[in-house]
């Protein structure tokens, strides 16, 4: 898949869970089905934590030549099938205790609007620079190894479709 596609589709995917928002009260976003789970509220926080701060992050990383940044680090083998099926694995994955975050309740629609809106800006901004950055640059991922810059950038669509399955388990749980 090219890059025009990909911003394409990242777009639309991101555009369909922003659409979603308006179809629910702020008490329905902040409900959750159980103590131990997150809201649909803190699903779209987490989408917004999760590329703003960790896949973008990466990628200027990458673009910054940070120190962080390793010439040809390579995928574990858990990195090569994400990439080779083009979907994260569909269990739930508990992230490493060093970079696990739960994510805040948002405080309104109007909020997960401006945050799916900012990671939209940069699924945009970043279409026209991440393929001229070299791909031999890499930055680790704590569960798929190293990848470079159009690795990360992917590594938001396919996140934003991970999440869907969650997002119909808590609807379905809620009744909503």
Known sequence: MDIKELAYKTDQVIEAWQQDIDNYTIEQLLRKPSADEWSLGQVYIH??????????KNIQRIADKD???VKGGRKNVLGYLVF?????PR?????????AVEPMAPESKELLH???DEVRSLVAEWAEKVSQLDSKDTT????LGYLNAMEWYELCYLHFNHHLKQKKRI???LNL
Do not use: D, E
């Open 47 to 56: 989408l917004w934590m999760s590329a703003k701060g960790f896949f973008f």
């Open 67 to 69: 120190v962080s940044v």
């Open 84 to 88: 080779l099926f083009k979907r994260l």
């Open 91 to 99: 269990i739930k994955i508990k992230m490493p205790q060093q970079v």
């Open 114 to 116: 401006k945050r799916m």
């Open 140 to 143: 680790k991922h704590p569960l």
């Open 171 to 173: 609807k379905k749980q």
